[in-house]
């Protein structure tokens, strides 16, 4: 690999990297800020619990970060290869959901984030246009 395609390969690599913390931080952020919410009725005092939440403000600051970064994926790649690999965050949100939320999967949940996992590793394994 010549030095040109090295760094063209170490760009990608960041900007998925970027692509899938922001996505992750987003759901992550906007969960904490229903959280925060509550379960109560769609209500006034609903809605300034919402837009008072820390984690609303960060989820929708992660999303911005998202479709930018997204912006520079598409401007790099063929949608059709780029989207599935979009499917990462069906992985990491589900894992960190565990650790932060104390949420829990199901066995079909479980073995639908193996088959992500099989999709993109195939999706890495052909060669690019």
Do not use: H
Not at 23 to 50: H, I, N, P
Not at 75 to 93: C, K, N, W
């Amino acid at each position: 690999m010549n030095a040109t395609a090295a760094r063209a390969s170490s760009l990608d690599a960041a900007l998925w990297a970027a692509y899938l913390a922001l996505d992750t931080a987003s759901q992550l952020s906007f969960k904490w800020a229903a959280d925060t919410a509550g379960t109560a009725a769609l209500d006034r005092d609903w809605l300034l619990r919402a837009l008072g939440a820390p984690g609303l403000w960060l989820g929708i600051a992660c999303y911005v970060g998202t479709l930018l970064v997204w912006l520079r994926v598409l401007a790099r790649m063929q949608l059709s290869r780029a989207f599935p690999m979009s499917g990462l965050a069906y992985i990491t949100v589900p894992l960190l959901a565990i650790v932060l939320f104390g949420e829990s999967l199901t066995f079909l949940e479980a073995t639908g984030i193996a088959a992500v996992c099989a999709g993109v590793a195939l999706l890495a394994s052909e060669p690019g246009p």
